[in-house]
Antibody, heavy 122, light 113 residues
Framework: QVHLQQWGAGLLKPSETLSLSCAVY????????WSWVRQSPGKGLEWIGE???????HYSPSLKSRVTISVDTSKSQFSLRLSSVTVADTAVYYC????????????????WGQGTLVTVSS | DIVMTQSPDSLAVSLGERAAINCKSS????????????VAWYQQKPGQPPKLLMY???TRESGVPDRFSGSGFGTDFTLTISSLQVEDVAVYYC?????????FGQGTKLEIK
């Protein structure tokens, strides 16, 4: 049974950098893609991007210029950095696991972290 | 990006009655060589992260009651609850995972009438 535990700063000022990390407990870290999804009242669920243990990444085009997702396989952890935040980045951020066993394709999210509310306010 | 549009935005159904939520994608999410539709459905209750209900449009996740069913092909999909129970009150989201960026519908809030 996998467990995702996330942490990071919850209150930021505009122009600052959001930084969140997620530790994975249980399961094989190398068999999945690991991603970040955010949820704001105005935009619902939004996929931010994903990373593989190899370091390969895919990002949402709308956020690509500001997003970096990194991985530390030695600790089974991955992290999100979002630069130059604005009020529009206020949301609950989830770290998630994407798997392919069910479909033969990755993208189905079968595990979620507990969520971190990030508020951007001056 | 593939846009996923759900209807209705909210739905009130009597206990024991049928509920149906629709999801339309802006382009086909059917992969011919695999003969699969890459659509998933999630259920979210207040204060919790979403929970996977369905994948490949119509395959129930392990442990999901059989009153939940999924259908559809190409661009049009439906999540149906055959007999609404109190514990089914939640917001439901569809998602396409045909290609990145993976995208979600805006959500449908299901309530008891």
């Amino acid at each position: 049974q996998v467990h995702l535990q996330q942490w990071g700063a919850g209150l930021l000022k505009p122009s600052e950098t959001l930084s969140l990390s997620c530790a994975v407990y249980g399961g094989s870290f190398n068999d999945y893609w690991w991603s970040w999804v955010r949820q704001s009242p105005g935009k619902g669920l939004e996929w931010i991007g994903e990373i593989h243990h190899s370091g390969k990444t895919h990002y949402s085009p709308s956020l690509k210029s500001r997003v970096t997702i990194s991985v530390d396989t030695s600790k089974s952890q991955f992290s999100l950095r979002l630069s130059s935040v604005t009020v529009a980045d206020t949301a609950v951020y989830y770290c998630t696991r994407e798997e392919d066993a069910r479909s033969g394709w990755f993208g189905v999210v079968d595990s979620w972290g507990q969520g971190t509310l990030v508020t951007v306010s001056s | 990006d593939i846009v996923m549009t759900q209807s209705p935005d909210s739905l009130a159904v009597s206990l024991g009655e049928r509920a149906a939520i629709n999801c339309k994608s802006s382009q086909s999410v059917f992969h011919g060589p695999d003969n699969k539709n890459f659509v998933a459905w999630y259920q979210q209750k207040p204060g919790q992260p979403p929970k996977l209900l369905m994948y490949l449009a119509s395959t129930r996740e392990s442990g999901v009651p059989d009153r939940f069913s999924g259908s559809g092909f190409g661009t049009d999909f439906t999540l149906t609850i055959s007999s609404l129970q109190v514990e089914d009150v939640a917001v439901y989201y569809c998602q396409q995972y045909y290609g990145t960026p993976y995208t979600f519908g805006q959500g449908t809030k299901l309530e008891i009438k």
